[in-house]
Nanobody
Framework: QVQVVESGGGLVQPGGSLRLSCQVS????????IKWYRQAPGNQRELVAGITSGGVTTYVDSVKGRFSISTDKAKNTVYLQMNSLKPEETAVYYCNAVAVDGCEDETDYWGQGTQVTVSS
């Protein structure tokens, strides 16, 4: 089992920055990747960024150059640094941990989400 807890959301003005944190606990050795998703009201959940256990990162095109995902393994925490935020990026941001077992079956673990509101 893996537990996932997000933090760091809040209200920020357009053009501002926020750093989200995703702390994992439990069977962290089984985690193969951690991803950040977001979901705005009425929209589908969207993958924003991800990082593998080997440190390979991916970003959706709309955030490239503005968002950065990183890992502090000592703290079992993944960060999403978000700069130059736009009002349309207002959403609930979710952290997703992908765990892999010995049979290479994947299990998704989700946090409760953290609200990011970009507004003047």
């Amino acid at each position: 089992q893996v537990q996932v807890v997000e933090s760091g959301g809040g209200l920020v003005q357009p053009g501002g920055s926020l750093r989200l944190s995703c702390q994992v606990s439990g069977s962290v050795f089984s985690i193969n990747a951690i991803k950040w998703y977001r979901q705005a009201p009425g929209n589908q959940r969207e993958l924003v960024a991800g990082i593998t256990s080997g440190g390979v990162t991916t970003y959706v095109d709309s955030v490239k150059g503005r968002f950065s995902i990183s890992t502090d393994k000592a703290k079992n925490t993944v960060y999403l640094q978000m700069n130059s935020l736009k009002p349309e990026e207002t959403a609930v941001y979710y952290c997703n941990a992908v765990a892999v077992d010995g049979c290479e079956d994947e299990t998704d673990y989700w946090g409760q989400g953290t609200q990011v509101t970009v507004s003047s």
